[in-house]
């Protein structure tokens, strides 16, 4: 006889699923979508989560790979991720219509790299130099910020300037940027100014999920593999030393999984759509009932 997972209690964190930038940016592009004003193009994806990007091609949204795709008239989407400046200025020459759907915290970073640029810092910029987040704010000071991906490689780094200005990938942890700065400290490397600017909702769900591990017997984060902020809260669940599992579908969702769990904790990243949530937990009622 088989024997099935005993019925667990599910517990779903209160900030799991969409972040206000994201929201914002579903908002606007689903308002073009319903307009058919024009057809709607952007250039990667909206956010990194294949089932919502797939959901809005059903809608009308046309995904392409450069400005030179997109004809006249058409209209081109800033995703949440921002984008580099080149390609604005492209678009702007092109005179399309420009929808700007960019988070505004990753506005806010790019600002603060344009700021501490005009002052005359040297810029480090901590997080992933392969993330569209970066290559977008990077490209706005003309590729000058230096990319700290680990905190071992500030003492490789030469400086030029008195001063360095410190920022953050929206979606990495606090502690991460508090380890480079440390570091930057620590080696004696001129003048350091930070400014934090990792997303608010970010933060609250790494503490949240922190907290939650804790308290349950096994996690299950649900998200796009590809997404940098889902990825950092299956990384603090795990650090927990709580069985946690990353996933995309329901259908990845493997009983054994469940097995003697009393608790069951639920999380998702701030680009994961909450219909998605809805049938994560559904299924998982039925595994374990």
Same mark, same amino acid.
């Given at each position: ?60 949204? #046309? $995904?392409?790979?450069? +400005? *030179? %795709? ?11 991720? =921002?984008? !580099? ?21 990753? #506005? $806010?970073?790019?600002? +603060? *790299? %344009? ?11 901590? =997080?992933? !130099? ?160």
């Amino acid at each position: 006889m088989e024997n099935k997972p005993q019925k667990a209690e599910i517990i779903i964190a209160e900030h799991a699923g969409f972040c206000f930038g994201v929201r914002r940016a579903m908002e606007l592009v689903e308002k073009c979508l319903a307009e058919k004003r024009k057809p709607v193009y952007i250039i990667g994806s909206l956010v990194h989560n294949d089932q919502v990007m797939e959901k809005l091609k059903q809608q009308g949204l #046309s $995904k392409v790979a450069s +400005v *030179a %795709e997109i004809p006249d008239g058409g209209i081109l989407i800033i995703r949440s991720h =921002g984008i !580099a400046k080149e390609v604005i200025d492209e678009a702007r020459a092109r005179q399309l219509e420009i929808v700007d759907a960019t988070c505004p915290f990753v #506005s $806010k970073a790019r600002i +603060v *790299a %344009e700021n501490f640029q005009h002052k005359g810092y040297d810029v480090v910029i901590c =997080g992933d !130099a392969q993330h569209a987040e970066i290559k977008g704010i990077n490209s706005w000071i003309g590729n000058a910020g230096k990319i700290v991906g680990s905190p071992e490689e500030v003492a490789q780094m030469e400086f030029e300037k008195n001063v360095i200005g410190v920022l953050s990938q929206t979606t990495y942890k606090l502690s991460f940027l508090q380890e480079v700065v440390g570091q930057l400290l620590a080696s004696g490397k001129k003048h350091v100014i930070v400014e934090n600017t990792i997303c608010s909702d970010s933060s609250t769900k790494q503490k949240e999920i922190k907290e939650l591990a804790q308290s349950v017997d096994v996690v299950v984060v649900v998200g796009g593999k590809s997404s940098s902020n889902t990825n950092k809260l299956a990384e603090i669940s795990r650090a927990v030393g709580t069985p946690t599992y990353h996933i995309e579908t329901k259908e990845e969702l493997q009983p054994v999984w469940f097995a003697g769990a009393e608790k069951i904790g639920i999380t998702a990243g701030a680009s994961t759509a909450q219909f998605l949530v809805a049938e994560v937990v559904a299924e998982i009622r039925k595994l374990t009932s």
